[in-house]
């Protein structure tokens, strides 16, 4: 048999473990600030900076306690909806009147976003 003498005695003994309150009270401020401060938002290491604690005790806690953070989406940019019923702008260039003189009279731009 190859248990140490003092665990064999406390288990002769019938003690149980039982969690500190220390421990209690920070697996109840992890949680807090999981859920109710930040929304399910915060990992364990912006957990561990907020209350001071040891991020492997937070990532612990989290594992036991079965919490995961909420990833935020990939920014995707959102393209131009074109099949629409509104007016088109016309085009002031493409008539003869409003040719341009000299340069820098006309500047003109496009705003492109390429997935």
Do not use: W
């Amino acid at each position: 048999m190859q248990v140490n003498r003092s665990a064999y005695y406390v288990y002769a003994r019938g003690e149980t473990h039982r969690e500190s309150p220390s421990r209690i009270n920070c697996v109840a401020r992890i949680k807090e600030c999981f859920y109710i401060h930040h929304r399910r938002r915060y990992g364990r290491r912006r957990i561990a900076v907020e209350l001071k604690i040891g991020r492997h005790r937070v990532r612990k806690v989290l594992q036991r306690e079965n919490l995961r953070a909420i990833a935020p989406k990939k920014f995707k940019p959102q393209m131009t909806d074109s099949k629409h019923g509104q007016p088109v702008s016309p085009n002031l260039l493409q008539h003869g009147a409003n040719t341009p003189e000299s340069l820098g009279e006309v500047l003109v731009g496009d705003i492109s976003y390429l997935p």
